[in-house]
């Protein structure tokens, strides 16, 4: 604590109950009042008095630091919290606008086997606005969803929760993440099957 001397701060803070706990003045209590005095006085000596008072502004000091230290944190969290939220709202590029773009590209290059300038038109005008950036689940949905197929019933109660927040995790994970043609594994392919198909 200080070099001058070791504080005992159990013997302080017993000699300070001491002194509260004394009677009261009067003319059979003031030889008991002047003993407890006597007896705690080590307790508060001027050189006592200097290092507690010392050791408070240090503990002060070190109070303000970890505040601002908190508040500089906080601030920090909400920032990060403002961008994350932007993160979900913030509109995506429709990936047709991306082939047109590819098109005026080669367009601009010469290439002329194909009518790129048609090929740009439509995909502009009649397929782009058909695409629609994909929709956040609600909590209520997933959890539908991890029901209906009653296996979720089978999970005991207090993994049952640690299995629906592990899901929504990866489900909007994968709702992040556009899927990239070129990551379909060859010899896949893309296939529209009609409504009444069971696949």
Not at 76 to 85: D, F, S, Y
Not at 166 to 172: K, P
């Amino acid at each position: 604590m200080t070099n001058r001397r070791a504080i005992n701060i159990q013997q302080i803070r017993g000699d300070i109950a001491r002194r509260k706990a004394m009677p009261g003045f009067g003319p059979d209590t003031s030889i008991e009042r002047l003993r407890t005095v006597q007896e705690t006085q080590r307790s508060f000596t001027p050189e006592i008095v200097e290092a507690l008072l010392d050791e408070l502004k240090v503990v002060t000091h070190a109070a303000a630091v970890d505040h601002e230290a908190a508040c500089s944190l906080a601030e920090e969290n909400e920032e990060l919290k403002r961008k994350l939220a932007s993160l979900g709202t913030e509109p995506r590029r429709n990936p047709v606008l991306a082939y047109a773009d590819s098109y005026r590209d080669m367009a601009k290059q010469g290439v002329e086997s194909i009518p790129v300038w048609n090929v740009i038109t439509d995909l502009e005008r009649n397929i782009a606005p058909l695409y629609t950036a994909p929709v956040e689940l609600t909590d209520e949905q997933i959890d539908a969803v991890l029901d209906s197929h009653g296996n979720i019933a089978y999970v005991i109660a207090d993994k049952r929760e640690r299995l629906r927040m592990f899901a929504r995790e990866i489900l909007r994970a994968a709702m992040l993440q556009p899927v990239d043609i070129q990551e379909i594994p060859s010899g896949w392919r893309w296939t529209l099957l009609p409504p009444d198909s069971q696949e």
